[in-house]
Structures are given as structure tokens and as C-alpha cells.
């Protein structure tokens, strides 16, 4: 059969011919005429160069096994999506055979998936969706085979695993995080794990009994060493634990008790960011639901949390770091306006907005950013430009680690592998890909630093910079030279919020935001007639959310909603008390037009609506909680858009 080439750049079509030649070499007759029967009578004959020359491991794997390629062939797969229960079905019938080795089948199958996965998103027979999907769910398989045939293996040395109080079997739950969590996985990933168990306990072996947490380490232990370890043929997928409690340093599996004490007391911000995307893929589905259960409330919390914008201002700014000091600027995953900065924007809203807004507890990241654009959290035109750009990164991802199988988002140097890539990505040049490669970075790049970018200091504050307007230093000539008209009093009052218990046993994060919240509080509220009077009405609600300090976080990254906080606490005290009850309240401060906007019964029972199905049909304590703050909410906007002159009195009573 000869190769159709005209459709490849001269030294990629070389690189296909020369491929070829030792693809019918190393078969011999009569494989090689088998093969190029096979080829030749389909639409495979126009679509072999291209995978040829653009993935010399695709090449190297059908040199090596001309077999598999004549197998694919023949079975239609390279040109059909496989449907998810196949991947583990395929691979339970290949550990069904006779004399099948677990480490042996996960890597023949791991490479005739590849080269299946590898084809089709090279030739565009596959979208990015379909790939990600793929890879996951032959990861997904992978770890449960293994699981399964290991711990097999060691119930008969040791017993069967039960608990402690339901004297029940114990089943490993392995959670997939990061981008298998999400089912969003590239084609030369390694995949994040962490292992849990439900109850402490032991095997029930009468001559060998051992602790569960002895047993499932062992069983962790050969899940990693099937997938992990490098053999004549391969590996499966690299594993990497360190994102379990205690990173590296702590216990390879722990039970659900010691996993929730960990998140509660210890649990850091990084954390919830990684837990986002966490996902059950093996174990009792109820017992996993219930872990799961339990963690949720580390990672979305009931309040909106605006105190994750600074924290995603800290992980930036060392991700920017390590970039610099090694050089990763052409990364499309690390660099600027890659992947991650992409993820970012979606995990920042999913942590801001997730404990309330339950369509953001999702795990894929583009349904999340099109949550973001129905709530009103991202304009339709920024979620549009994302979207696009997250996909075509993802594809120029996909064909670097898709050239060799390696695990490298860095952009090629070399001219051969350039003019592969841009071919896989449909472009005549290099040149011409990198410049749409820049202009998708350079949105990204925009959309990111908008939602992490500083929040503006007021154009007075430099001013009175150089005064204390918090802490031991602060007087009455202080605060008498801001403008408050009873300065002594006022002093009294802060002074009693600072030798408060709630104040003074504030952990580090609350102090630090306390420290930067009260200066600009003052400052705000000498821009009202009353300034005291206004400051001694807020003192309370900043009394009720000090050891929650998002909502002191919330006010610092959005200066305008703290200026219509003073505003409405200033003419109303009736504001200042709800605000002060339900804290809650605040997100409302965030959206002026629809505070001083007043309500249609129309609109009202559209939102409702809307609210009440992102919940779940059986959470009758969700939808008690959704009910209440949609009242509380709305007899916010009716008292504001009165104090604002915008309802006549007779539509409030309305």
C-alpha cells in the first residue's frame, strides 16, 4: 500500500514513509499484507501518515506491534467512541484469560487504548471532550482492576477486612483529584490519588489477623505498584499521592473519622482547591457518598467566601515564581494565560459561591464556567472566550504529550516536532499557530488578572495613610482629625472591639483581615452626615462575622459594597440589624442594580424557581435555608430601593 501523502508538509510526509517502511519490516509476511489489505480498503488508508508523522509513539507502539494496529483496524474502533462501561469491561475480559498477569494486561491494554485515543484526536475524529473522557475512564478502569485483584490477593493471606462497630466488610474508596476527579485527564498524565477506608478495625483471619489500616496499606501500596512501576512494557499511569493528609510525610490510607478531623483542624485553603474536583471511583457507593458528605463542608462553605481571592493571589504568585525560576514561560499549562490560570477562575467561583449556589459543586470545569455566566458571575462574552480558549489549550496539550507520550506541557523546540504540532492543531506553520496561541493566552491572561487584581485603594486614603486608624495607637485626635464628631466615644466603642474575647482570640488569617477591614470601615464612614452614629450601627455586624472572616474579606475586595454597607446603615438602623442577624445578607451589597431594583412577582417566582432546582429534591433543610435567605434577601432590596427613593410606600406594603 503506499502512504497518501500529499496532504503532509515535506518532512512530515518523509517521517511517515520512513515509519511505514519499519512497520512492514518488523511484521513480515504475511502480517505486512494483512495489514495493508486492512488499511488500504478504509478511511484509515488517509488518516495512517498523519498519525505517522505527527506521533512518532503511535509509530514506535505499531512498529513494535503491527499486530494491535491490524487488530484496531480490523475492529472498527479507531473510527467509533467507545461507550464507558467497555473500558472495564475489555479489561475484565482480558484478566478472565487464562494464565493473565494483572501487570502484564493493564499495560497491553493501556497501550491499545492509547494508541486508539491517540489516533482519533490526532485526526480529529474525536473532540477534546471525548479524549479527556477516554483517558479517565481507562484510568478509572485501570485502578479498579487493580484494586481488585490486589486485594483479592491479600483477603486470602489475611483475611477480610471489617469494622470495628458494623462488624461489616471494609472496601477501599480511592478518590481520583485534579483532572481525573473532573474526567478531564490529557493523553501522558499522571493521576492524584488519595486512599480511605471507612472504619478502623481488622481482618477477620483467625491465625493472621491485621489492623485495616495495616491491610488497605498494603493494598494501596500494590494498586500503586501495578499501575506505577516501570516494566519491558511500560507502565500503566504514574501515581502520585501527595495530596492525602499530611502529604508525603503522613499514613498512605486513613479512615473516614481521622480523614474528617484532618480537613476540619488542619485543613488548608490549597486543599480545598484540590478537594474540588475530588471523586469516588471505587468502593460501596453509599459508604462513599457518605465520605464525601463529609468534606463538603470543607471545601464549600455556606457563606459566600471572597477571602479565597487572596489566597488564589498567593498560590499565583508562586506558581508565577517557580515559572520564572525554571523557565516555563511556553508552558500552556503553567505558563501565563495557560490552563491553570483557566482553572483558577472556575475553582475561585466554585469557592466563593459554591456552599450557596449549588450548580458551581461541580467538578468539570466547563459546565461550571457556564454556571458562572447563568449567575451572573463571568459577562456571557468572558465565559465564551474562555471556553474556546480552554479547549484549544487543551488540544495543544494534547499534541505535545501525544508526540513521544510524555508528560510535558512545554511548547517544542524542535522544527520537527513544531510542524507536527501545528499540523495536529490544523495550521500551515508554526507561525501561524503561535499566534492564535497568543491571542487565546492573552484573554485568558486578562480575565484571570481582573479577578485577582488588588482591590483599589480609595483616592483618600493616602491622605491619612501615615495615621493609626486601628490598634493600641488609635486616639480621639485621630479619629476627631477623619471628621467623626464624637471622637471620644467612638474611640471607646473600638477600643471595647478590640479587648473583646471574640477579637482577641482571633486566629492569625481573621486578625490580619480585621487589621486591614477597620481602617478602611472608618474611612468609609466619615463619608456619611453621621459618621458615628453610622459607625456604631456597623460595630455590631462586624462583632458577628469577625471569626468568619470572608464576609470581612467580601467588603475588602469589593469597595463598592462597602460603601452602600455604610450607606444603607447609615439611614437605616433596621438595615444594620439584618445585616448584623444574617450576615448572609451582604452578597446582596454586591450587585446594585438589583439592590435598588424593585421586585416583579413575576421575576420573583422565576428566581425562586431557579433557586429551588440547583437543590437536591430530598434536602428539606437546604431548601428551608434557600427559602429563608430568598425572603431575607428581597425585604433587603424592597427597605434599600425605599431609602432610595425608587418604591412609593404603597408598592413596599405591596
Same mark, same amino acid.
Given at each position: %500500500? +503506499?502512504?497518501?501523502?500529499?496532504?503532509?508538509?515535506?518532512?512530515?510526509?518523509?517521517?511517515?514513509?520512513?515509519?511505514?517502511?519499519?512497520?512492514?519490516?518488523?511484521?513480515?509476511?504475511?502480517?505486512?499484507?494483512?495489514?495493508?489489505?486492512?488499511?488500504?480498503?478504509? &478511511?484509515?488508508?488517509?488518516?495512517? &501518515?498523519?498519525?505517522?508523522?505527527?506521533?512518532?509513539?503511535?509509530?514506535?507502539?505499531?512498529?513494535?506491534?503491527?499486530?494491535?494496529?491490524?487488530?484496531?483496524?480490523?475492529?472498527?474502533?479507531?473510527?467509533?467512541?467507545?461507550?464507558?462501561?467497555?473500558?472495564?469491561?475489555?479489561?475484565?475480559?482480558?484478566?478472565?484469560?487464562?494464565?493473565?498477569?494483572?501487570?502484564?494486561?493493564?499495560?497491553?491494554?493501556?497501550?491499545?487504548?492509547?494508541?486508539?485515543?491517540?489516533?482519533?484526536?490526532?485526526?480529529?475524529?474525536?473532540?477534546?471532550?471525548?479524549?479527556?473522557?477516554?483517558?479517565?475512564?481507562?484510568?478509572?478502569?485501570?485502578?479498579?482492576?487493580?484494586?481488585?485483584?490486589?486485594?483479592?490477593?491479600?483477603?486470602?493471606?489475611?483475611?477480610?477486612?471489617?469494622?470495628?462497630?458494623?462488624?461489616?466488610?471494609?472496601?477501599?474508596?480511592?478518590?481520583?483529584?485534579?483532572?481525573?476527579?473532573?474526567?478531564?485527564?490529557?493523553?501522558?498524565?499522571?493521576?492524584?490519588?488519595?486512599?480511605?477506608?471507612?472504619?478502623?478495625?481488622?481482618?477477620?483471619?483467625?491465625?493472621?489477623?491485621?489492623?485495616?489500616?495495616?491491610?488497605?496499606?498494603?493494598?494501596?501500596?500494590?494498586?500503586? +505498584?501495578?499501575?506505577?512501576?516501570?516494566?519491558?512494557?511500560?507502565?500503566?499511569?504514574?501515581?502520585? %499521592?501527595?495530596?492525602?493528609?499530611?502529604?508525603?510525610?503522613?499514613?498512605?490510607?486513613? +479512615?473516614?473519622?481521622?480523614?474528617?478531623?484532618?480537613?476540619?483542624?488542619?485543613?488548608?485553603?490549597?486543599?480545598?482547591?484540590?478537594?474540588?474536583?475530588?471523586?469516588?471511583?471505587?468502593?460501596?457507593?453509599?459508604?462513599?457518598?457518605?465520605?464525601?458528605?463529609?468534606?463538603?463542608?470543607?471545601?464549600?462553605?455556606?457563606?459566600?467566601?471572597?477571602?479565597?481571592?487572596?489566597?488564589?493571589?498567593?498560590?499565583?504568585?508562586?506558581?508565577?515564581?517557580?515559572?520564572?525560576?525554571?523557565?516555563?514561560?511556553?508552558?500552556?499549562?503553567?505558563?501565563?494565560?495557560?490552563?491553570?490560570?483557566?482553572?483558577?477562575?472556575?475553582?475561585?467561583?466554585?469557592?466563593?459561591?459554591?456552599?450557596?449556589?449549588?450548580?458551581?459543586?461541580?467538578?468539570?470545569?466547563?459546565?461550571?464556567?457556564?454556571?458562572?455566566?447563568?449567575?451572573?458571575?463571568?459577562?456571557?462574552?468572558?465565559?465564551?472566550?474562555?471556553?474556546?480558549?480552554?479547549?484549544?489549550?487543551?488540544?495543544?496539550?494534547?499534541?505535545?504529550?501525544?508526540?513521544?507520550?510524555?508528560?510535558?506541557?512545554?511548547?517544542?523546540?524542535?522544527?520537527?516536532?513544531?510542524?507536527?504540532?501545528?499540523?495536529? %492543531?490544523?495550521?500551515?506553520?508554526?507561525?501561524?499557530?503561535?499566534?492564535?496561541?497568543?491571542?487565546?493566552?492573552?484573554?485568558?491572561?486578562?480575565?484571570?488578572?481582573?479577578?485577582? $487584581?488588588?482591590?483599589?485603594?480609595?483616592?483618600?486614603?493616602?491622605?491619612?495613610?501615615?495615621? &493609626?486608624?486601628?490598634?493600641?495607637?488609635?486616639?480621639?485626635?485621630?479619629?476627631?482629625?477623619?471628621?467623626?464628631?464624637?471622637?471620644?466615644?467612638?474611640?471607646?466603642?473600638?477600643?471595647?472591639?478590640?479587648?473583646?474575647?471574640?477579637?482577641?482570640?482571633?486566629?492569625?488569617?481573621?486578625?490580619?483581615?480585621?487589621?486591614?477591614? %477597620?481602617?478602611?470601615?472608618?474611612?468609609?464612614?466619615?463619608?456619611?452626615?453621621?459618621?458615628?452614629?453610622?459607625?456604631?450601627?456597623?460595630?455590631?455586624?462586624?462583632? $458577628?462575622?469577625?471569626?468568619?472572616?470572608?464576609?470581612?474579606?467580601?467588603?475588602?475586595? +469589593?469597595?463598592?459594597?462597602?460603601?452602600?454597607? !455604610?450607606?444603607?446603615?447609615?439611614?437605616?438602623?433596621?438595615?444594620?440589624?439584618?445585616?448584623?442577624?444574617?450576615?448572609?445578607?451582604?452578597?446582596?451589597?454586591?450587585?446594585?442594580?438589583?439592590?435598588?431594583?424593585?421586585?416583579?412577582?413575576?421575576?420573583?417566582?422565576?428566581?425562586?424557581?431557579?433557586?429551588?432546582?440547583?437543590?437536591?429534591?430530598?434536602?428539606?433543610?437546604?431548601?428551608?435555608?434557600?427559602?429563608?435567605?430568598?425572603?431575607?434577601?428581597?425585604?433587603?432590596?424592597?427597605?434599600?430601593?425605599?431609602?432610595?427613593?425608587?418604591? &412609593?410606600?404603597?408598592? !413596599?406594603?405591596?
Amino acid at each position: %500500500m +503506499n502512504l497518501q501523502l500529499k496532504d503532509l508538509p515535506g518532512p512530515l510526509a518523509g517521517e511517515a514513509q520512513n515509519a511505514w517502511q519499519h512497520i512492514l519490516e518488523r511484521a513480515g509476511e504475511p502480517l505486512a499484507e494483512e495489514l495493508s489489505t486492512a488499511l488500504s480498503g478504509g &478511511p484509515e488508508a488517509a488518516q495512517l &501518515p498523519r498519525v505517522l508523522a505527527c506521533s512518532p509513539f503511535v509509530a514506535d507502539l505499531a512498529r513494535r506491534q503491527p499486530e494491535l494496529l491490524l487488530d484496531l483496524v480490523r475492529s472498527g474502533q479507531l473510527q467509533e467512541s467507545i461507550a464507558e462501561p467497555e473500558f472495564r469491561y475489555e479489561l475484565q475480559r482480558l484478566l478472565g484469560e487464562e494464565g493473565a498477569e494483572l501487570s502484564s494486561i493493564l499495560r497491553r491494554n493501556r497501550q491499545r487504548q492509547m494508541l486508539r485515543i491517540v489516533w482519533r484526536d490526532f485526526c480529529r475524529l474525536a473532540d477534546t471532550l471525548e479524549t479527556v473522557r477516554d483517558t479517565s475512564l481507562l484510568a478509572e478502569a485501570s485502578i479498579a482492576e487493580a484494586l481488585a485483584c490486589s486485594q483479592a490477593v491479600l483477603e486470602q493471606r489475611f483475611g477480610v477486612p471489617r469494622g470495628t462497630d458494623s462488624g461489616e466488610p471494609q472496601q477501599l474508596i480511592v478518590l481520583a483529584m485534579g483532572k481525573l476527579g473532573a474526567r478531564e485527564l490529557n493523553v501522558s498524565s499522571d493521576i492524584d490519588l488519595i486512599f480511605a477506608y471507612p472504619e478502623a478495625g481488622q481482618t477477620d483471619s483467625e491465625s493472621r489477623p491485621i489492623s485495616n489500616e495495616e491491610f488497605f496499606t498494603k493494598v494501596g501500596q500494590a494498586v500503586i +505498584n501495578a499501575l506505577d512501576q516501570v516494566t519491558a512494557q511500560g507502565f500503566v499511569f504514574r501515581v502520585d %499521592m501527595r495530596l492525602r493528609p499530611y502529604g508525603e510525610s503522613g499514613a498512605l490510607v486513613h +479512615n473516614f473519622a481521622a480523614m474528617e478531623e484532618y480537613y476540619q483542624d488542619q485543613g488548608r485553603d490549597w486543599e480545598r482547591y484540590a478537594l474540588i474536583k475530588a471523586r469516588p471511583v471505587t468502593g460501596d457507593p453509599e459508604r462513599a457518598g457518605e465520605l464525601m458528605a463529609a468534606l463538603r463542608p470543607f471545601v464549600f462553605r455556606r457563606y459566600v467566601d471572597f477571602g479565597v481571592i487572596e489566597s488564589l493571589r498567593g498560590m499565583k504568585q508562586m506558581i508565577t515564581s517557580e515559572v520564572r525560576r525554571r523557565g516555563l514561560q511556553d508552558n500552556v499549562k503553567l505558563g501565563h494565560g495557560g490552563i491553570r490560570e483557566v482553572e483558577f477562575i472556575a475553582q475561585c467561583f466554585q469557592l466563593i459561591r459554591g456552599g450557596r449556589d449549588l450548580g458551581l459543586q461541580q467538578r468539570e470545569l466547563l459546565p461550571v464556567l457556564q454556571e458562572c455566566v447563568a449567575l451572573g458571575c463571568l459577562p456571557a462574552e468572558a465565559g465564551a472566550e474562555l471556553r474556546v480558549a480552554y479547549l484549544f489549550l487543551r488540544d495543544s496539550e494534547h499534541a505535545i504529550q501525544g508526540y513521544r507520550d510524555k508528560q510535558t506541557q512545554a511548547l517544542p523546540q524542535d522544527e520537527l516536532q513544531r510542524l507536527a504540532m501545528a499540523t495536529v %492543531m490544523d495550521f500551515a506553520c508554526w507561525e501561524d499557530y503561535l499566534v492564535v496561541l497568543d491571542e487565546h493566552r492573552g484573554r485568558v491572561a486578562e480575565h484571570f488578572g481582573e479577578l485577582i $487584581a488588588a482591590p483599589e485603594e480609595e483616592s483618600g486614603a493616602a491622605d491619612d495613610e501615615e495615621l &493609626p486608624l486601628w490598634g493600641e495607637d488609635l486616639c480621639a485626635e485621630t479619629l476627631s482629625s477623619l471628621g467623626y464628631h464624637s471622637a471620644q466615644e467612638t474611640l471607646q466603642r473600638l477600643q471595647d472591639l478590640q479587648s473583646s474575647p471574640r477579637v482577641v482570640t482571633l486566629q492569625v488569617v481573621g486578625r490580619e483581615r480585621l487589621q486591614q477591614f %477597620m481602617p478602611q470601615l472608618l474611612r468609609a464612614c466619615v463619608e456619611i452626615d453621621d459618621p458615628d452614629l453610622t459607625l456604631q450601627r456597623i460595630l455590631p455586624l462586624v462583632v $458577628a462575622v469577625v471569626r468568619r472572616s470572608a464576609y470581612l474579606a467580601l467588603l475588602l475586595e +469589593n469597595s463598592p459594597a462597602l460603601g452602600e454597607l !455604610v450607606a444603607l446603615c447609615g439611614a437605616s438602623p433596621w438595615i444594620s440589624e439584618q445585616l448584623a442577624r444574617h450576615p448572609v445578607l451582604l452578597d446582596e451589597l454586591l450587585d446594585r442594580a438589583s439592590l435598588y431594583t424593585a421586585p416583579d412577582k413575576v421575576l420573583l417566582q422565576d428566581e425562586l424557581r431557579q433557586q429551588v432546582a440547583r437543590l437536591a429534591p430530598d434536602d428539606l433543610e437546604a431548601q428551608m435555608d434557600a427559602l429563608r435567605y430568598f425572603k431575607a434577601s428581597h425585604v433587603l432590596r424592597v427597605a434599600a430601593s425605599e431609602l432610595a427613593g425608587r418604591l &412609593p410606600l404603597m408598592q !413596599v406594603s405591596d
